[in-house]
């Protein structure tokens, strides 16, 4: 089995270039490339992408990596805060669950903020059924 037919697969998932950008990368020079070199790796430094996006308009190969750059970032500020939204969800939930231990040890009743009134709204159909009896 060749190497090449093992890493098919991943034709699949890469997109072909349209006639377009095959027309743009014809047309660069090399000096046109080198000037701009070190503007297109900024692009792909999380908040330095802005720099070649906005200081390199005039360079066709540093503003399409610069633009990639852009949504790139975009992702992982997303991505950051989410974890961080689910880091910190996570922690509150394990200090109230702390707080309701030491509640319950100390034989008293504990609402906790949203929770509790989640919680008053849901109620066990059995539990009304013998109140409504009582």
Same mark, same amino acid.
């Not at 034989?107 to 009582?134: C, H, M, Q, V, Y």
């Given at each position: 089995?060749?190497? !090449?037919?093992?890493?098919? $697969?991943?034709?699949?998932?890469?997109? %072909?270039? +349209?006639?377009? &950008? %095959?027309?743009?990368? +014809?047309? #660069?020079?090399?000096?046109?490339?080198? &000037?701009?070199?070190?503007? *297109?790796?900024?692009?792909? =430094?999380?908040?330095?992408?802005? =720099?070649?996006? $906005?200081? *390199?308009?005039?360079?066709?190969?540093?503003?399409?990596?610069?633009? %990639? /750059? =852009?949504? #790139?970032? #975009?992702?992982? *500020?997303? @991505?950051?805060? /989410? @974890?961080?939204?689910?880091? @910190?969800?996570?922690?509150?939930?394990?200090?109230?669950?702390?707080?309701?231990?030491?509640?319950? #040890? %100390? /034989?008293?009743?504990?609402?906790?903020?949203? =929770? /509790?009134?989640?919680?008053?709204?849901? +109620?066990?159909?059995?539990?009304?059924?013998? !109140?409504? &009896? *009582?």
């Amino acid at each position: 089995m060749k190497v !090449e037919e093992t890493f098919n $697969f991943f034709k699949d998932f890469v997109p %072909q270039r +349209d006639a377009e &950008e %095959q027309d743009i990368e +014809d047309e #660069l020079t090399p000096e046109e490339i080198e &000037e701009y070199k070190s503007m *297109a790796i900024l692009s792909y =430094i999380p908040v330095l992408c802005f =720099i070649p996006f $906005f200081q *390199a308009k005039g360079n066709r190969f540093a503003y399409k990596h610069a633009k %990639q /750059g =852009i949504i #790139l970032f #975009l992702f992982e *500020a997303i @991505a950051l805060l /989410g @974890a961080v939204f689910w880091k @910190a969800a996570l922690l509150l939930a394990a200090l109230a669950s702390l707080v309701g231990v030491i509640m319950v #040890l %100390q /034989g008293k009743l504990w609402t906790i903020p949203l =929770i /509790g009134i989640l919680a008053s709204r849901f +109620d066990n159909s059995r539990n009304t059924e013998k !109140e409504e &009896e *009582a």
